[in-house]
């Protein structure tokens, strides 16, 4: 019996070798698109960059080991379920929240890395928001456990903001470093509330329900600009409202429609270093781009699978180097693009 075993091993073993050395081959024409917005012969101002769905789109290799349990019990499922939120940080490490898996899933894009977040002080049951700060530490806002709990870049749970019965049922989240803010989307209480990001202390809420300016219907998603402006996607009331430093209305953009620049289902939000506002729409399955008065500048994506292509866009988020990234829900990918400050010519 125990010749047997050995012989089964070694079978797998040299299978197992055999997969290690095989590489797919593929081709410069196969691992190039270029797509960019508008089409030619305007001036490209956004350039798809690329798509992650999984850890084997980082590149994240497996140790032999690893890949001799996987073979013997079969591969862990760690692709996206219903990414709704995503955030990246100055390390490139790009975090997804995803409420269907309960989970959040890291990907270090520099070194090929790959891990989730699966438990604060408790297990999560609604992650939904994210964002992270100067160190790299993630915040993610949780529906179910109606608090923010924070985690070091390495995803060890390190505290807890807003709990208490501070939050009904939190959603997205941004970040003002330069003033130390957090602020956190309340949906059913129809207001952002605004938290100090050091010591976790409530200071104010922003809106309240209605309909006039300065008011919130069930807002969804919320960012920041790079002046400090607070921008809330109004969700209910088909709008973008605009916030400034002290959370008082300045100004309100959009409203429900079937033709460009209006919104059938608005959802995340993100603003780039030179003010433009990004807005995805699930009903029109792409992102509208608006100048700070709230004119359309651009319109990009449709219904589809295919890269550049949305299925229920949601969460949205734009890096420093002005890359954006698109949580596309149902097509279960992230996608990347970057704005091009300057104009390229087609």
């Known amino acids: 019996m125990t010749v047997l075993r050995w012989l089964l091993l070694g079978m797998v073993v040299a299978l197992l070798c055999v997969d290690l050395q095989a590489e797919p081959v593929q081709s410069e024409e196969e691992a190039v698109i270029d797509l960019v917005w508008p089409p030619k012969p305007s001036p490209a101002r956004i350039r798809y960059v690329n798509t992650i769905a999984s850890f084997d789109d980082i590149k994240y290799e497996k140790g ?3 890949k001799f349990w996987e073979l013997i019990r079969g591969e862990e499922q760690n692709n996206q379920l219903k990414p709704m939120a995503v955030a990246v940080d100055d390390n490139g490490r790009m975090s997804v929240a995803d409420p269907t898996g309960k989970l959040v899933h890291v990907y270090d894009q520099k070194t090929g890395h790959y891990w989730v977040i699966e438990e604060a002080d408790a297990p999560l ?24 709990c924070v985690f070091s870049p390495k995803g060890e749970y390190l505290r807890s903001i807003g ?13 003002d470093l330069s003033r130390r803010l957090l602020y956190v989307v309340d949906t059913p209480a129809h207001t952002v509330k605004v938290f100090n990001l050091d010591d976790g ?8 329900r209605g309909r006039e300016g300065g008011e919130l219907n069930f807002p969804a998603y919320v960012s920041v600009g790079p002046k400090g402006y607070l921008y809330v996607n109004d969700a209910l009331n088909g709008r973008i409202q605009i916030f400034d430093l002290d959370g008082k209305f300045v100004n309100t953009f959009g409203r429900f429609g079937d033709v460009s620049g209006t919104f059938a289902t608005p959802k995340g939000i993100a603003v780039d270093s030179d003010g433009n506002i990004y807005v ?5 399955d792409n992102i ?12 990009f994506g449709r219904s589809g699978q295919a890269p550049g292509e949305f299925w229920t866009p949601s969460g949205m988020y734009i890096d420093g180097k002005d890359r954006l990234y698109v949580a596309d829900a149902y097509n279960r990918r992230v996608q990347i693009f970057q704005y091009l400050k300057t104009a390229v010519k087609q």
């Open 280 to 284: 995805a729409d699930a009903g029109f």
């Open 201 to 208: 202390s409530f200071i104010r809420a922003v809106g309240k």
């Open 163 to 175: 709990g208490g019965g501070q939050l009904e049922r939190p959603t997205s989240i941004a970040i």
């Open 288 to 299: 509208q781009i608006f100048n700070r008065q709230g004119r359309l500048l651009l319109g």
């Open 64 to 66: 032999f080991w690893e």
């Open 125 to 148: 049951t609604l992650p939904i928001g994210l964002a992270v700060d100067e160190k790299g530490n993630i915040y993610v806002s949780d529906g179910g456990l109606k608090k923010v």
